[in-house]
């Protein structure tokens, strides 16, 4: 996820939603930086900070014009420098890692919070001032600086469905009046069968996650305790330490009505807190029943959905066979490979080496059919050369281990694809073509060299006979057949230089094929 930074000082308070607006409009889809996730600091000095009506009107002025601006775009206001409870505490500098901060070269570093480009950074962006002129002065008409009254146990509720301005704005709200556990009620999926699009409503575990995701990155210093509910009051009407209540001005009636509970079961009344939350026109909701909802709310946010990107479809991994005789330099090239960003390499000969490791159902299987006379009698491991002697020598003995060993080879490539999600996986197989697995590639690149360099080569290095290496040779497909099932082919005949440069040219090459197609990101994350 592509994270930013806008670090604004305390004059923020006089920004006009206009300004607001322009601020936003650096990080539309359109601009080059486009971050999928704002960090806003909205204060940027050692001053001990004070918690005001004035300030809480700052940040709905931030949530509510970023999601008129761009619904997709995650902002989150960071409290825990805003507060005097947390900003006391000595908690550790929480580290924001982003891809781009937004900075007035007037604005001091915050003291809470420290921002670390990240490795994909794509700009520091210091505005000489333009965040001072965005200040509209005509826009300083606010409520008196009152304090708030702070507690240390706070009580909110709701469905927290598709986490908006709404949501972020209670629990702001809560989080700033609470200096250390913030209960939050979250209703489960049973309650709410009669909501709107109802089957579009996020699973609890993922509302809970976001949930404390974001509580946990706008004030760490605070206890969350997230408890799902299954009437309207949950933990409202039977926890003796709650102080106060926070709920949107549509809710008081909810609120009250947990005092009317508590007093019944003789526990102190929670001081209610509100404020209005929804007098935000959002304008794009043309979409059949849609047209009745005009303002922030989950229902929007899920009719908003229709037709478009539940989750991103799974990232397609560009798939490359990296296939050789015995000898060829293969493996050097794999490695060479690996090296390369965006790149996962996986070896199979080390793969299928494993797969029979001892414990395994292979193991057991490989004994069955070959005997125990593979069995190394220290380690109880297979003893691979006496494996090699017997299929190397014989075509049925060596069709029988490829059947059993293949597909648990196949199994491990595409666990590890997954796991990773590479832009390139390169599968390093000598056997790829005569597995089939070819048609499943995108491109097949075959490395080979004459057959008798290659026999001198195994020869020396395994220190096996010369008909030994011819077997082991002839036992794979030929250099002819490989090359004419081959997109790329190098040759390893001379110094590693050369061949290294047969590879940077494909690689190159490979590039700008994925650039003209949907290799976009490849480029824009691996500019070398
Ligand atoms: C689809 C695939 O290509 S999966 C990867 C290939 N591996 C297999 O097919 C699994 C079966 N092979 C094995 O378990 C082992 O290779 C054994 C037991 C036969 C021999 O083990 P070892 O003596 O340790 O040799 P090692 O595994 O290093 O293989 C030696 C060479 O034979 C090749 N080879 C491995 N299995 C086979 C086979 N079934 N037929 C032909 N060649 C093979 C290897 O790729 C390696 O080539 P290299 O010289 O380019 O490195």
Request: hydrophobic share 40%; aromatic share 6%; proline share 5%.
């Amino acid at each position: 996820m592509k994270v930013g930074v806008l670090q604004i000082d305390q004059h923020f308070l006089n920004l006009s939603s206009q300004s607001i607006s322009t601020l936003l409009s650096w990080c539309d889809p359109v601009t080059r930086f486009a971050p999928q996730r704002l960090f806003v600091f909205l204060r940027a000095n050692e001053a001990p900070p004070r918690v005001t009506t004035s300030l809480f009107e700052g940040i709905c002025k931030v949530y509510n014009q970023a999601f008129r601006h761009n619904p997709d775009l995650d902002v989150r206001v960071c409290l825990a420098n805003l507060k005097p409870a947390s900003f006391n505490q000595a908690i550790e500098r929480r580290v924001v890692t982003a891809d781009v901060v937004f900075r007035d070269d007037q604005a001091r570093l915050d003291p809470m919070f420290q921002i670390r480009p990240s490795a994909h950074v794509s700009g520091l962006v210091v505005t000489n001032g333009m965040l001072h002129e965005l200040i509209d002065a005509k826009d300083q008409q606010r409520a008196p600086e009152e304090d708030w009254a702070s507690y240390d146990n706070v009580v909110i509720g709701g469905t927290f469905d598709h986490l908006h301005a709404g949501h972020k704005l209670l629990l702001s709200n809560a989080i700033l009046r609470c200096n250390r556990k913030l209960t939050i009620g979250l209703t489960v999926q049973e309650m709410l069968k009669k909501k709107r699009l109802a089957d579009l409503i996020q699973p609890i575990e993922e509302r809970h996650r976001v949930l404390h995701e974001f509580c946990t990155a706008v004030d760490p210093s605070l206890e969350y305790n997230i408890v799902p509910i299954s009437d309207p009051f949950g933990p409202s009407i039977v926890d003796p330490d709650l102080e106060a209540i926070v709920a949107s001005e549509e809710t008081l009636d909810g609120a009250n009505a947990v005092n009317l509970e508590r007093h019944k079961k003789n526990l102190r009344p929670l001081r209610v807190h509100t404020f209005p939350v929804n007098d935000v026109v959002v304008v794009e909701s043309d979409i059949g029943e849609n047209s009745g909802l005009r303002t922030i709310s989950s229902s929007w946010c899920r009719h908003r959905l229709l037709g478009r990107v539940l989750k991103p479809p799974m990232r397609q991994v560009y798939l490359i066979g990296l296939t050789g005789g015995t000898g060829s330099g293969k493996s050097r090239i794999g490695s060479y490979l690996a090296a390369k960003p965006g790149v996962l390499v996986i070896d199979c000969d080390k793969i299928a080496h494993e797969a029979y490791r001892k414990g395994t159902t292979l193991h057991g299987r490989l004994i069955e059919e070959y005997g125990k006379e593979i069995v190394d009698t220290e380690s109880g491991e297979i003893a691979r050369k006496a494996l090699g002697t017997i299929v190397f020598s014989s075509p049925v003995a060596r069709e029988k281990l490829n059947r059993l060993v293949w597909p648990e080879v196949m199994k491990y490539c595409l666990s590890k694809i997954e796991e990773a999600a590479p832009e390139v996986a390169v599968i390093d197989a000598a056997l790829l073509l005569e597995a089939g697995w070819g048609s499943s590639l995108n491109e097949i690149w075959v490395v080979f060299v004459p057959e008798d360099e290659a026999v001198n080569r195994i020869m020396e290095r395994d220190e096996i006979s010369e008909e030994y290496a011819r077997a082991r040779i002839r036992s794979q497909m030929s250099n002819r057949d490989r090359i004419n099932q081959a997109n790329i082919a190098f040759c390893s005949s001379w110094a590693f230089d050369v061949t290294n440069a047969q590879v940077d040219r494909a690689w190159t090459e490979l590039r700008q094929r994925l650039s003209r197609g949907r290799g976009q990101d490849l480029l824009s994350l691996h500019p070398d």
